[in-house]
């Protein structure tokens, strides 16, 4: 078959239209990919994308492209796999990261004891965190019975019951108060007659 010259003039320019067609296609189709993903609202989740988050790759957390069913809780992901976790000195605690971290960075953490788990000496042992000093009245090992969780310096109230030995190793008019000059005089311990509660009225 014999083709004219302005028939294949007119082919080429028909195969040549066709083909940048088919390139402003292909180059429109991941602009509005993007768009789309640009206006998506994360937030609507229940997960907003701040501090940290906000610069993670998405295929980081929705694997294989699933965006349902992708796990909202800090541990489920922060786990030492998945993300960066607990490393092996961090105390026991729940997997709410956030109740002590924020997203944008792990340093600088604000202690939340209500998700602490185990006693106040695993880390009160003046090596993980601050403890008792050498001068610290002989007492038990649970904190919280005289200190609060914001600081150890106020004590808040002493709860009798957990301090060990003698009165007089307290209520020595150094440490406590003791007995004042005008006291009558007695070798007793100080509950037999004052109360844990008050020197005034005394049984």
Known sequence: ???TKNFKSTLLMTLLRLFLILMLLALSIP???T????EFDHFSTGFPLTGRHEFID???CHIAGQFKGAPLDCGLCHNGIYAPGKHPQ???SSNFCDDCHTDASWKGARFDHGDIQGSCQNCHNNSVAIGKSPSHI???ETCEDCHNTITFNRVGRVDHISVIGTCNSCHNGIIATG???QHIVTNGQCNECHTTTTWLGAK
């Open 90 to 92: 961090h105390f026991p």
């Open 31 to 33: 602009a509005q990919a």
């Open 1 to 3: 078959m014999v083709y």
């Open 179 to 181: 007995k004042p000059p």
């Open 138 to 140: 002989a007492s038990s």
């Open 58 to 60: 998405c295929s980081s």
């Open 35 to 38: 768009e789309t993903v640009s």
